[in-house]
């Protein structure tokens, strides 16, 4: 804003210099900082004034963003075990619930894995029919205490064995009642969604730190993270809504959320981040895209003046106000930004005072 002030100004004042004859009508005098325009000066004429008065505005802020899936929403489905892939059962684009088969891989460790709960769940009925039978033993006057006690003991720890080997099943969604002794490993989605991505190939060998070989995401609702800078923290808060514009879709406007604002800040930047929750029920924004976050504040009262009535000095801006018939004071403000050709103020100026709206820059040449 400052940098158009400065070349507007420099063009009026060009402008004014080049112009002939009308200084010589001009009859002022000059004190400190006012003005006093003489009753028969033709600059009067040039001049127009208006009050000013505070009215609500919503202040606006922009910043940069980029389109990312909700993390809670985004499963990378990688293979559990080192084996060979020998079915798929979605392909790209496909829909798919919670817990839907991904694909089927013959797994080694896998086979190892249901072979432990075989031996375990053996084990501990044995440990149990040991532990009967001493009670029963015990009850009948035949059986000794120490041999019943370490059965007991004997039967908790095969039952735990058991236990950890039917909760190392359902990791995998493996239900242990149903298992055939090797069977080979079905992978499923954790998540309900699309598969956005899908480099499962039948009869492939892979290990278990290959990475995943499926993605499935739930994009109706994705998060935009903007950069907020310093300065405009306090004036953002959670729940605040929001505009959002992709850089590929100019001109198309998506409302979204203020989700979270991070509690730290990046020392480089000066900024923090936002995530801004906003509805994609159309698919229009996609992960990893550059969007514009509009924020916008809840409306308080402001005092607007046209940018034609703000001149520029060095760094400062200042006004010309009216203080009394034919007396204009220059009168030094502060800006917080530019809405269309209106300036919204900081500071300088209070309801009701009348500044000269046009032609100011005749007052400046008189200075």
Same mark, same amino acid.
């Given at each position: 804003?400052?940098?158009?002030?400065?070349?507007?100004?420099?063009?009026?004042?060009?402008?004014?210099?080049?112009?002939?004859?009308?200084?010589?009508?001009?009859?002022?005098?000059?004190?400190?900082?006012?003005?006093?325009?003489?009753?028969?000066?033709?600059?009067?004429?040039?001049?127009?004034?208006?009050?000013?008065?505070?009215?609500?505005?919503?202040?606006?802020?922009?910043?940069?963003?980029?389109?990312?899936?909700?993390?809670?929403?985004?499963?990378?489905?990688?293979?559990?075990?080192?084996?060979?892939?020998?079915?798929?059962?979605?392909?790209?684009?496909?829909?798919?619930?919670?817990?839907?088969?991904?694909?089927?891989?013959?797994?080694?460790?896998?086979?190892?894995?249901?072979?432990?709960?075989?031996?375990?769940?053996?084990?501990?009925?044995?440990?149990?029919?040991?532990?009967?039978?001493?009670?029963?033993?015990?009850?009948?006057?035949?059986?000794?205490?120490?041999?019943?006690?370490?059965?007991?003991?004997?039967?908790?720890?095969?039952?735990?064995?058991?236990?950890?080997?039917?909760?190392?099943?359902?990791?995998?969604?493996?239900?242990?009642?149903?298992?055939?002794?090797?069977?080979?490993?079905?992978?499923?989605?954790?998540?309900?969604?699309?598969?956005?991505?899908?480099?499962?190939?039948?009869?492939?060998?892979?290990?278990?730190?290959?990475?995943?070989?499926?993605?499935?995401?739930?994009?109706?609702?994705?998060?935009?993270?903007?950069?907020?800078?310093?300065?405009?923290?306090?004036?953002?808060?959670?729940?605040?809504?929001?505009?959002?514009?992709?850089?590929?879709?100019?001109?198309?406007?998506?409302?979204?959320?203020?989700?979270?604002?991070?509690?730290?800040?990046?020392?480089?930047?000066?900024?923090?981040?936002?995530?801004?929750?906003?509805?994609?029920?159309?698919?229009?924004?996609?992960?990893?895209?550059?969007?514009?976050?509009?924020? $916008?504040?809840?409306? #308080? /009262?402001?005092?607007? %003046?046209?940018? &034609?009535?703000?001149?520029?000095? +060095? *760094?400062?801006?200042?006004?010309?106000?009216?203080?009394?018939?034919?007396?204009?004071?220059?009168?030094?403000?502060? $800006?917080?930004?530019? #809405? /269309?050709?209106?300036? %919204?103020?900081? &500071?300088?100026?209070?309801?009701? +005072? *009348?500044?000269?709206?046009?032609?100011?820059?005749?007052?400046?040449?008189?200075?």
């Amino acid at each position: 804003m400052e940098r158009f002030l400065v070349i507007s100004l420099a063009c009026l004042i060009i402008s004014c210099h080049n112009k002939t004859g009308p200084s010589s009508s001009m009859n002022y005098k000059i004190s400190g900082d006012t003005i006093l325009i003489s009753g028969n000066s033709n600059l009067k004429e040039k001049i127009r004034t208006a009050k000013v008065s505070a009215t609500p505005y919503r202040h606006k802020r922009s910043a940069s963003g980029i389109v990312k899936a909700i993390p809670n929403n985004y499963a990378q489905i990688a293979p559990p075990f080192s084996g060979r892939i020998i079915k798929s059962f979605v392909r790209l684009g496909q829909r798919v619930a919670v817990n839907a088969p991904v694909f089927e891989i013959s797994a080694p460790s896998f086979f190892e894995a249901g072979k432990a709960y075989y031996q375990a769940k053996q084990e501990m009925q044995l440990a149990d029919k040991n532990l009967r039978r001493q009670k029963d033993l015990l009850k009948n006057g035949v059986g000794i205490q120490k041999d019943m006690e370490e059965a007991e003991v004997s039967y908790e720890l095969s039952k735990r064995d058991y236990e950890n080997s039917i909760a190392s099943l359902n990791v995998y969604h493996v239900n242990p009642a149903e298992m055939v002794l090797g069977q080979p490993l079905v992978v499923r989605s954790p998540i309900a969604g699309e598969v956005i991505a899908d480099n499962i190939v039948i009869g492939q060998y892979v290990r278990d730190d290959a990475g995943p070989i499926a993605l499935v995401a739930e994009l109706s609702k994705v998060w935009v993270v903007g950069q907020l800078k310093e300065k405009d923290i306090n004036s953002i808060h959670e729940s605040d809504e929001v505009e959002i514009e992709a850089a590929g879709i100019p001109g198309f406007i998506i409302p979204g959320i203020v989700y979270h604002i991070s509690e730290m800040l990046d020392e480089t930047t000066r900024s923090v981040e936002v995530f801004i929750e906003c509805s994609n029920s159309g698919r229009n924004l996609k992960p990893g895209m550059y969007a514009t976050v509009q924020f $916008t504040e809840k409306a #308080d /009262n402001s005092i607007l %003046i046209p940018l &034609s009535a703000v001149l520029q000095m +060095e *760094e400062s801006c200042f006004v010309f106000v009216k203080t009394g018939n034919n007396r204009y004071l220059k009168r030094m403000i502060k $800006t917080l930004a530019t #809405d /269309n050709d209106q300036v %919204i103020l900081k &500071s300088g100026l209070k309801a009701d +005072e *009348e500044i000269v709206t046009e032609g100011a820059f005749y007052l400046l040449e008189a200075k």
